[in-house]
Each structure stands twice: as C-alpha cells, then as structure tokens.
C-alpha cells in the first residue's frame, strides 16, 4: 500500500498529515512508530489522520497518533495544522471548521494574520478526568504534591481533553525536563500516563514553557500543554486572561476568561514537504 503523506509543523511540533477521505488508509501502531522513526523513517511528534466525518454537525473527523503508535485525544499544534491543511487542499470553502475528535467537537477558523483560531473548549481540573488516582489526594485547586528525582515538586492537574501535570519551575533552562518528566509518567497515580509541563512565569502576561509529552518525548511546543499551562496559572491568580507562551520552537496566544468559558489558542501552522510512502 502507498500512501500520500504532506509533512507539517506547528512551532517545531512535527507531524506527518494523511487525507483518509481522498485515499484509502489503514494504519497499524507499528506502522505508525516506523514512519515517526526520524532516522529509518520520516520522523513526527504525532500522525494525524483526516477521515469523513462520523456526525453530522462535524465538517471532518480527526484522529491523533503519538509516535509510538498510541492514539490520543487532542493535539493543539495538530488542530492547527488540520486546518491548514483542509483548506490548502480545497477540501472545505469554510472559514469556521468544525471537527470532530476523541475528546469532542473543536472549531477552527483563522485570524487576518492567517493564523488558526482554535476553541479548545473548558479546562477541567476534576482529578479522575485525567484520570489521577492517589494518593496524595489532589486539594481543592486540583494541586498535588510528587516527590520527583529534583524533589517534592507541586504539580496542577488539568484535562484539555488530554491528561496535562503543570510545574511552575524558577528556570525552563536549569530544570532536568529529560529527568522529572519521565519520572512522572511512570508514576502509578497516572493510569494512561501524563503530558508534563514545566513553566517559567516571566509577568502576569507572558510564560516560557517545556513540556514532555506522553509517547513522543520533549517536543518543540505543545499546544494543549500551553493551554493547561495557562489554565492552571489563572486557576492561582498567577496570570491575567491573555497570556504569550514562549516555546523553544516559537510562541503561541491563548486566552481564558476563567470558569464557564471556553479557552482559545493562537498560532500559526507550517506546511514542510509532501510525500509518498510505502506501508
């Protein structure tokens, strides 16, 4: 089977795109984990695939893969990049694109920039959302305590539709991201594992961000993981309601009013190279 693939990123975030609607696709995990292999494959963060929609208030169904071949729930970077894609390949004439994923419907649109606009929906921040199973039991602002290999470290615990631990840390740059957030993926409080995040406040306004993300690794920038990042520091009266996440591979816009209110993600989405694989 050959498959036409077109390699996209979102701020260094790296996935291959494959139309399911215009071809037939059928993918196996390990097949998935070959072609993220960056040395005997084509290398991503994440797959994600773009099928008929599966309802009908949905414009596309979209499905997200980790690099060793674990589907996931949501992918910000990703989402952006979806929108990208349908739209340079005229598969819809909308500026607002609803999608369907595992977590839910999402909606897109893009800015005058030609940035994507992304409804990432509400934060949550009940503990068996993630699901976190103590102890230590999380307190009332879904804040626990884990003893890491940098020590006793507080972590808020937040679903954007997938399971995100944020750290507020001194330095991004001095933290041992390869070390803790390993560490606190294996932890059995984390049944389906965790997106760790480490963040830096530099004002009320702006935060410097690494996350390691479950199945891939560090990534260049994670779109959900700034929006859980963002989310947890409202949630302590750290960060005003429209924050700049610095990542290392560039910055994202999100915004949150707080409770009872859907949280936005602003960034931009690249296309890379288009392809052909066989499978």
Known sequence: MRVSFTK?????NDFVVIDAISQHVSLRPAQIAKLADRHRGVGFDQLLLIEPPSRPDADFD?????????EV????????????FVIDRGLTAKSDITVNTARGLITLSFD??????????EPRFEADTLPYQGPPTPDAQSTVTLVSPAGPLEF?????????AVTRVASVETTPVDIVGPAIQAMSQFP????????????????????????VGETQACG??????VAYGRLQGWLDAHVTVAT?????????????HDLTMIGPAETVFEGEVRL
Request: proline share 2%; charged share 20%.
């Open 8 to 12: 996209m990123h979102g701020l260094g």
């Open 62 to 70: 979209y499905r997200i893969f980790n690099a060793d071949g674990g």
């Open 73 to 84: 729930e949501h992918c910000g970077n990703g989402a952006r990049c979806f929108a990208k």
């Open 112 to 121: 005058d920039q030609g940035w994507v606009r992304v409804n990432m929906g």
């Open 156 to 164: 808020g615990l937040i679903s954007m539709g997938n399971p995100h």
């Open 192 to 215: 389906d594992s965790v997106n760790v995040s480490f963040m830096q406040i530099d004002s009320p306004s702006q935060i410097s961000l690494r996350v390691f993300e479950r199945g």
């Open 224 to 229: 959900t993981g700034a929006c859980a990042a």
């Open 248 to 260: 290392r591979g560039g910055n994202l816009q999100i915004e949150w009013e707080g409770s009872d």
